[in-house]
């Protein structure tokens, strides 16, 4: 199954203090510029950090529970501790693929919401089942977003990860090393086939090719009625404890992360404004559903 065009949940992303980033990055399609001005334009792209032991502190070559012994005396950087998480995603990939299978049948028989969707799907001439909803291991990236220097900012460094995707082309994708529990995969399975009965039922434009109106509504119909943005997981898992607007607040951002995932949004403001054109009508469509239940 190829990566899905689509992120659950808006794609996660931790941020890594600027005073941690390395004075040159090593990236996977260096070219040299031919000119002064192409120059400047490459130094605004991201880049991808590889683990260099000297600056993260975090040694491969070593067992993993000397390193993890390092992150707890504080010897490894943020970087680093990002570099042996996914070093540790790659030993555990076949564990994690067979608990995300397990738990995928388990939702599949008994969880109420999981059930409905697809229910919902067959009765659009759809089919989700173990064959086009797969566990795969998601690689991260952990990315160097160059600052403005003509404005002063300062490279920053961010960790982009995903719970799962759709594509209309292969399916369902379940990145079983993301996955905290069953109830964790509930919320991402749901997501997705949220987007699942979307594009029978509209034939959604998921690239904004047209216009990315589309994707922003999906968007928030898929973290509104999924279940991710209720209450308990917002306070308990994500640590907001607002009681007022909480649940729509969550909606809205997880919204215009998945939109600025989209190759022709520009930048978050251009992702907000479309989240906003079409929020009052598709924060009100609770189909397939009659009311939010989760």
């Known amino acids: 199954m190829s990566p899905a065009p689509t992120t659950s949940a808006g794609p996660a992303s931790s941020g890594i203090p600027p005073s941690s980033l390395p004075t040159s990055t090593v990236t996977e399609n260096d070219t040299k510029p031919s000119s002064s001005s192409s120059s400047k334009a490459n130094d605004l792209l991201p880049r991808y950090l590889t683990n260099d032991p000297s600056r993260t502190g975090y040694d491969p070559s070593i067992q993993w529970w000397m390193n993890y012994f390092k992150i707890l005396t504080g ?13 540790r995603y790659k030993a555990n990939e076949a564990r994690d693929c067979a608990r995300c299978e397990a738990d995928r049948d388990w939702l599949f028989q008994n969880s109420p919401v999981i059930r409905f969707l697809r229910e919902k799907v067959a009765n659009l001439n759809g089919v989700l089942d173990e064959t086009n909803v797969v566990c795969r291991r998601c690689p991260s990236r952990i990315v160097v977003i160059p600052g403005n220097k003509d404005k002063g900012e300062e490279d920053r460094i961010e960790v982009a990860r995903q719970g799962g995707g759709f594509s209309p082309d292969h399916g369902i994708l379940l990145c079983a090393n993301e996955m905290r529990n069953r109830g964790h995969l509930e919320d991402t399975l749901a997501h997705e086939m949220v987007h699942a009965w979307d594009h029978l039922r509209w034939k959604v434009d998921w ?66 404004k479309v989240v906003n054109e079409v929020w009052d009508s598709c924060f009100a469509d609770k189909r397939p559903f009659e009311e939010i239940y989760r």
């Not at 010897?75 to 070093?87: A, F, K, L």
């Not at 997981?233 to 007022?244: A, C, D, K, M, P």
């Not at 951002?253 to 992702?271: F, L, N």
Request: with cysteine.
């Open 75 to 87: 010897q490894i950087t943020p970087e680093g501790v990002e570099h042996y998480r996914e070093d």
């Open 207 to 272: 690239f904004g090719e047209k216009s990315l109106r589309h994707a922003a509504c999906t968007e928030i119909r898929a973290s509104m009625l999924s279940g991710e943005c209720r209450w308990t997981r917002e306070s308990i898992v994500r640590g907001n404890w607002t009681l007022t607007q909480q649940f729509q607040n969550c909606v809205r951002m997880r919204a215009i992360q998945s939109v600025m995932a989209r190759p022709t949004c520009k930048d978050d403001v251009h992702a907000t």
